[in-house]
């Protein structure tokens, strides 16, 4: 069974010398802090270029930043997870938006989710073909409502009717992805939720954001293409509540990335919350035994969260996870491996 790595945790992280590790990184910080994901998977030193592994990291930043300019002028966390989104959304270096896996049909099936946790307010789609930013037109339907959840055409007409701009199915597309859908038929459907599956190759890539704001609010968004050769129609933990995405002040906000189907059946997100809330957990406690469920059924994955107060931690079984986190406190990091 995979080992839960906490990265940049408090007991998991060693000092810039290597020495000491960094006691006071949750729970330091008050104030804004945010912290963003481009997913989880078997991602070893080596695997990615030098050119890849910059651009990821680039791209990451710039996520980053996004979120950032928001919380330091003081706006609201929601509005620094779906800029931050968006950016990785628009990048063909993520499982989101341009740059999102194939369905087995040759097709593009975009999920997200966002959810506000001063009101526990949320917004999710999820079957999205032309709508470029998915993660808006989940904020549209939060904003909106009345309505929590939209599936495929409809909620590309609703994201229509709301302004929001239209592309090709096209336009999501990617030779990169292409190449995986391919290799993926040639192993058989079987691998694509096979424990140890999530190679290079087939990475997912799906993004997530969580951010509090100056005032103590708490905000998720997510974002997805879901799985290599999934199935047309099939609905993946990214857009549904508590299970790849969440965020309630009293608790936490938290994004997932990995395995969908195992994430739904643990329940990921919300019993991250519940551990917080009715269990009296630390993030961190909370974030690694839920992960420790999900290693338990076969899945593979993490997490990024954030609670009402300190820097965004991020938990996982996978040997790799594209992340960065930021604060008020003057943090900044951008990490892919595990050892980092
Ligand atoms: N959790 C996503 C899904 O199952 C995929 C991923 O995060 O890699 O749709």
């Not at 946790?117 to 339907?141: F, W």
């Not at 993946?236 to 969908?260: E, L, W, Y």
């Not at 019993?271 to 899945?299: H, K, N, S, T, Y």
């Amino acid at each position: 069974m995979a080992v839960v790595a906490l990265l940049w945790a408090p007991a998991a992280v060693a000092g810039a010398d290597g020495a000491a590790p960094r006691k006071a990184s949750y729970g330091a910080t008050v104030g804004w802090a945010i912290a963003i994901h481009g997913g989880a998977g078997v991602i070893e030193r080596g695997s990615l270029s030098p050119e890849t592994d910059a651009a990821i990291r680039t791209t990451l930043s710039a996520a980053l930043k996004a979120g950032e300019d928001v919380l330091a002028a003081g706006g609201p966390a929601l509005d620094a997870v779906e800029a931050a989104v968006r950016v990785m959304e628009d990048s063909p270096h993520f499982n989101a938006g341009h740059g999102a896996v194939f369905t087995s049909a040759g097709s593009i099936e975009l999920d997200a989710a966002i959810m506000d946790g001063q009101t526990l307010k949320a917004g999710a789609v999820t079957g999205v073909a032309t709508t470029k930013n998915p993660v808006s037109l989940a904020r549209v339907l939060m904003e909106r409502g009345p309505h929590v959840f939209l599936a495929g055409a409809a909620a590309d007409s609703h994201a229509k009717a709301a302004g929001l701009a239209q592309v090709p199915n096209s336009h999501f597309m990617t030779e990169r992805r292409r190449r995986q859908l391919d290799s993926l038929k040639m192993h058989g459907q079987g691998a694509m939720l096979a424990p140890g599956s999530r190679t290079d190759e087939l990475r997912f890539g799906t993004v997530g954001a969580v951010a509090r704001d100056r005032a103590g609010n708490l905000a998720a968004a997510t974002s997805t293409g879901g799985l290599t050769g999934k199935a047309p129609g099939r609905v993946g933990d990214t857009p549904i509540i508590g299970a790849g995405t969440i965020a309630d002040n009293r608790a936490c906000a938290v994004s997932g990335t990995g395995t969908g189907e195992i994430f739904i059946r643990v329940r990921v997100a919300g019993q991250i919350c519940d551990r917080v809330r009715f269990g009296g957990q630390d993030p961190e406690a909370a974030a690694a035994a839920a992960i420790a469920e999900l290693g338990a059924l076969g899945g593979d994955g993490g997490v990024i969260v954030l609670g009402p107060e300190g820097d965004g931690l991020f938990a996982m079984n996978s040997s790799g996870m594209y992340r960065a986190r930021a604060s008020a406190g003057g943090s900044r990091e951008t990490g892919i491996y595990a050892d980092e």
